[in-house]
């Protein structure tokens, strides 16, 4: 992904209107974009155009990811979301 292409990325990962999806999307940005293939970069930059309450019933588990290219990134998000929990 180009670095102007990242950049509107996180930035509309990070600037939401839930605390902790931006929290969450941050972190992901920061630990694990970097190591998505191609289509998995296609699948987050999609969930990132998500409305907030969905992407966060999506990555807080409250409802269960329907689209099959979009839910291993889901899944990595929860993990992400999960490891952040525990470190605080």
Wanted: proline share 1%.
């Amino acid at each position: 992904m180009e670095r102007a292409a990242f950049q509107r990325l996180r930035w509309r990962c990070t600037r939401r209107g839930l605390l902790e999806v931006d929290v969450t999307l941050g972190r992901f940005l920061e630990e694990g974009f970097g190591k998505l293939s191609d289509a998995e970069a296609r699948a987050f930059a999609r969930l990132a155009d998500y409305e907030d309450l969905e992407l966060w019933h999506l990555i807080s588990g409250q409802k269960a990811c329907e689209d099959a290219q979009l839910a291993p990134i889901v899944a990595m998000l929860q993990k992400c979301r999960g490891n952040a929990a525990t470190a605080a």
